[in-house]
């Protein structure tokens, strides 16, 4: 499950890109500035928001030992700053003074690319703030912009759809049409890229809008996009089947990015807020390989993994019990309410309730897995997949007749949560609904 845990309302205006290190998140926005956030409580940093360009900031990024973050803007600057304090540490004037509308550090941090609405790409030495190298795209404008990950060469994507490799002497390696309507993002995943030969691979489907924004996971296991249709969607990299679709934001996703070490993902959108999703363990094992898939959702799981289960269930307190009893995967599933008060001495009925409770979602979860139903794709009242679903005020999707009988049994809390309903009424999710449909016409044929 990916459940939302934060939403930062801070901007006065469109929220532009986000971007991690290992212990902040940056924003930036139409509103001209950057924020910066700890990922310990997100509370905004004394020295945010940053403030030098006097046109919309299009993109920030961090170098990766998260010391200097990087923004770049309408104004034809890139500007350089000091996470530890906010100060300014260099201002880069693109050639010509055109916009910029990407930037990204190097792998090893020695160089940053930058590129405009004029074509041109520039790479600047990270230590002296000098630019070294400087090239064009033929058409269009420069959009996205991403290194491989040992940074010998680099991509970027321009507004006319060209997609075009570097090297990192700044020589075009390859260019070809990538996209008829132009390329708004690009990323590598982690995987060692050797050469750099573009070949097709697939088509991620799932969004109804034009897609504005993409980023793999740290580890390569997922993929996130957002989209003019408001929605996210979390794709399994390996099977290339959707793992959720989180649809919260109220206008277009312009951004995302992943945490780099810990389970969170960061979307903003033109609704001017930043949301902010943790991932659960079992989500993390569904991102993995179909071989890694059967292993963590069978009786194949380890004492660890059991471990790491409770932990992610709130169940931290019963792991010791657990590893003195040596429950592995097979003997987690078989758990009963005797095995668990007889064998494992559980005193608290409503600890044992609980444990068994969870245990029959994963059984649940385990059965959805094997029958290919995206886990967002079912009720979490139900169990079953949604046929009309809709979105309550807690934020989570429900089948709409389940989750009216829940209300009317006089339940005003979350099914989710457990907290109180701000409110009773039931909003269509229209964009879910789509995804659901567009899924059965694929897997029901």
């Given at each position: 499950?990916?459940?939302l845990?934060?939403?930062?309302?801070?901007?006065?205006?469109?929220?532009?890109?986000c971007?991690?290190?290992s212990?902040?998140?940056?924003t930036?926005?139409?509103?001209?500035t950057i924020r910066l956030?700890?990922?310990?409580?997100?509370t905004?940093?004394?020295?945010s928001?940053?403030?030098?360009?006097?046109?919309?900031?299009?993109c920030?990024?961090f170098?990766?030992?998260?010391?200097?973050?990087a923004?770049?803007s309408t104004?034809?600057?890139t500007?350089?700053?000091?996470?530890?304090n906010?100060?300014?540490?260099?201002?880069?004037?693109?050639?010509?003074?055109s916009?910029?509308?990407?930037?990204?550090?190097?792998?090893?941090?020695?160089?940053?690319?930058?590129?405009a609405?004029?074509?041109?790409?520039?790479l600047?030495?990270?230590q002296s703030?000098?630019?070294?190298?400087?090239?064009?795209v033929?058409?269009?404008?420069?959009?996205?912009?991403?290194?491989?990950?040992?940074?010998?060469?680099?991509?970027?994507?321009?507004?006319?759809?060209?997609?075009?490799?570097?090297d990192?002497?700044m020589?075009?390696?390859?260019?070809?049409?990538?996209h008829?309507?132009?390329?708004?993002?690009?990323?590598?995943?982690?995987?060692?890229?050797?050469?750099?030969?573009?070949?097709?691979?697939?088509?991620?489907?799932?969004?109804?809008a034009?897609?504005?924004?993409?980023?793999f996971?740290?580890?390569?296991?997922?993929?996130v996009?957002?989209?003019v249709?408001?929605?996210?969607?979390?794709?399994n990299?390996?099977?290339?089947?959707?793992?959720?679709?989180?649809?919260?934001?109220?206008?277009y996703?312009?951004t995302?990015?992943?945490?780099p070490?810990?389970?969170?993902?960061?979307?903003g959108?033109?609704?001017?807020?930043v949301?902010?999703?943790?991932?659960?363990q079992?989500?993390?094992c569904?991102a993995k390989?179909?071989?890694?898939?059967?292993?963590?959702f069978?009786?194949?799981?380890s004492?660890?993994d059991?471990?790491?289960w409770?932990c992610?269930?709130?169940l931290?307190d019963?792991?010791?019990i657990?590893?003195?009893?040596?429950i592995?995967?097979k003997?987690?599933?078989?758990?009963?309410?005797?095995s668990?008060?007889?064998?494992l001495?559980?005193?608290?009925?409503?600890?044992r309730?609980?444990?068994?409770?969870k245990i029959?979602?994963?059984?649940?979860?385990?059965?959805?897995?094997?029958?290919?139903?995206?886990?967002?794709f079912?009720?979490p009242?139900?169990?079953e997949?949604?046929k009309?679903?809709?979105?309550a005020?807690?934020g989570?999707?429900?089948?709409?007749?389940?989750?009216?009988?829940w209300?009317?049994?006089k339940?005003?809390?979350?099914?989710m949560?457990?907290?109180?309903?701000p409110?009773?009424?039931?909003?269509?999710?229209?964009?879910?609904?789509?995804a659901?449909?567009?899924?059965l016409?694929?897997h029901q044929?």
């Amino acid at each position: 499950m990916v459940k939302l845990i934060h939403t930062l309302a801070d901007h006065g205006d469109d929220v532009n890109c986000c971007a991690f290190s290992s212990s902040l998140l940056a924003t930036c926005s139409l509103d001209k500035t950057i924020r910066l956030y700890s990922l310990i409580d997100f509370t905004e940093l004394p020295y945010s928001p940053l403030k030098f360009h006097t046109y919309a900031v299009h993109c920030c990024c961090f170098s990766p030992s998260g010391h200097i973050l990087a923004s770049c803007s309408t104004d034809g600057t890139t500007v350089l700053w000091s996470t530890q304090n906010g100060q300014t540490l260099a201002v880069m004037q693109q050639p010509g003074g055109s916009p910029v509308r990407v930037c990204r550090f190097s792998p090893d941090s020695t160089c940053l690319a930058s590129g405009a609405a004029d074509g041109t790409v520039v790479l600047w030495n990270a230590q002296s703030y000098k630019s070294y190298r400087c090239s064009s795209v033929k058409d269009g404008s420069l959009m996205a912009c991403a290194f491989s990950p040992n940074g010998n060469l680099f991509v970027t994507g321009s507004s006319c759809g060209d997609l075009t490799v570097w090297d990192d002497k700044m020589r075009c390696l390859h260019s070809e049409k990538a996209h008829d309507l132009g390329i708004t993002c690009c990323d590598f995943s982690s995987q060692p890229v050797s050469g750099f030969e573009l070949k097709y691979k697939s088509i991620l489907s799932g969004h109804c809008a034009p897609v504005l924004a993409c980023a793999f996971s740290h580890d390569g296991q997922m993929l996130v996009s957002g989209s003019v249709d408001k929605s996210v969607i979390i794709y399994n990299t390996n099977t290339q089947n959707i793992l959720h679709t989180l649809t919260q934001h109220t206008r277009y996703v312009t951004t995302c990015a992943f945490a780099p070490n810990t389970l969170l993902l960061a979307t903003g959108s033109m609704d001017k807020t930043v949301n902010i999703w943790q991932f659960d363990q079992e989500t993390h094992c569904q991102a993995k390989s179909m071989e890694d898939q059967l292993k963590q959702f069978t009786e194949d799981w380890s004492e660890e993994d059991v471990s790491m289960w409770l932990c992610a269930q709130g169940l931290k307190d019963l792991v010791g019990i657990f590893k003195t009893n040596n429950i592995d995967g097979k003997e987690l599933l078989s758990l009963t309410k005797e095995s668990l008060a007889d064998d494992l001495k559980i005193e608290s009925l409503g600890l044992r309730s609980k444990v068994l409770r969870k245990i029959e979602e994963l059984r649940t979860k385990v059965k959805s897995l094997s029958s290919g139903i995206p886990d967002e794709f079912i009720c979490p009242i139900t169990r079953e997949l949604m046929k009309d679903p809709v979105i309550a005020s807690d934020g989570y999707s429900y089948e709409k007749e389940a989750m009216e009988n829940w209300i009317s049994k006089k339940k005003r809390t979350s099914p989710m949560t457990n907290l109180v309903l701000p409110s009773v009424v039931l909003t269509p999710n229209r964009t879910l609904k789509m995804a659901i449909n567009r899924w059965l016409e694929t897997h029901q044929k």
